[in-house]
T-cell receptor, first 112, second 114 residues
């Protein structure tokens, strides 16, 4: 079956530090890959997506590249802010299947 | 576009009682999903609808769980004879036709079974 593995947290960084959150997946075929963010007290929000190999998803300074050869979709940001403190979830979905499979989430805390 | 809404936001119930949650998707979104999330884990898929048709149910959805979307708009998730293990956040999401992977989540209903 499909599965997603994220690096364990929590991750604590100082403001303006570089962020990487690792995500690897197992799936048959060619899934679409996503990063969701959950701010304290709020629902999940789609942060970025990539639907085929070598695609780069980007949004709000975050980036992730769909690497089929390493089955990875690592999230990166060059300079984090305190407002980026949240839980980040990596997920996959078979195109048009709809339902998503999520990782367990990585909690990011950014200190001023 | 007011987003996906869920009601209630919190529910505390005693073991053995029945509970029902409601989800209102973004209007004109034809797909609606239910997920369950426990502390420290990612959301787990329960079931989804395309319009009023329930197309898939997870093995997690025991016989005590039932979901409906009678007119293809709002949906309800009912849990009968609740157990303490049912305590979780129940999330609803919807997605538009042609972009089914683009799921918009509601704030969730937190269920506590005492």
């Amino acid at each position: 079956g499909n599965s997603v593995t994220q690096m364990e947290g929590p991750v604590t960084l100082s403001e303006e530090a570089f962020l990487t959150i690792n995500c690897t997946y197992t799936a048959t075929g060619y899934p679409s890959l996503f990063w969701y963010v959950q701010y304290p007290g709020e629902g999940l929000q789609l942060l970025l997506k990539a639907t085929k190999a070598d695609d780069k998803g980007s949004n709000k300074g975050f980036e992730a590249t769909y690497r089929k050869e390493t089955t990875s979709f690592h999230l990166e940001k060059g300079s984090v802010q305190v407002s980026d403190s949240a839980v980040y979830f990596c997920a996959l979905s078979r195109t048009n299947a709809g339902k998503s499979t999520f990782g367990d989430g990585t909690t990011l805390t950014v200190k001023p | 576009d007011t987003g996906v809404s869920q009601d209630p936001r919190h529910k505390i119930t005693k073991r053995g009682q029945n509970v029902t949650f409601r989800c209102d998707p973004i209007s004109e979104h034809n797909r609606l999903y239910w997920y369950r999330q426990t502390l420290g884990q990612g959301p787990e898929f329960l079931t989804y609808f395309q319009n009023e048709a329930q197309l898939e149910k997870s093995r997690l959805l025991s016989d005590r769980f039932s979901a409906e979307r009678p007119k293809g708009s709002f949906s309800t998730l009912e849990i009968q004879h609740t157990e303490q293990g049912d305590s979780a956040m129940y999330l609803c999401a919807s997605s538009p036709t042609g972009r089914e992977y683009e799921q918009y989540f509601g704030p969730g209903t937190r269920l506590t079974v005492t």
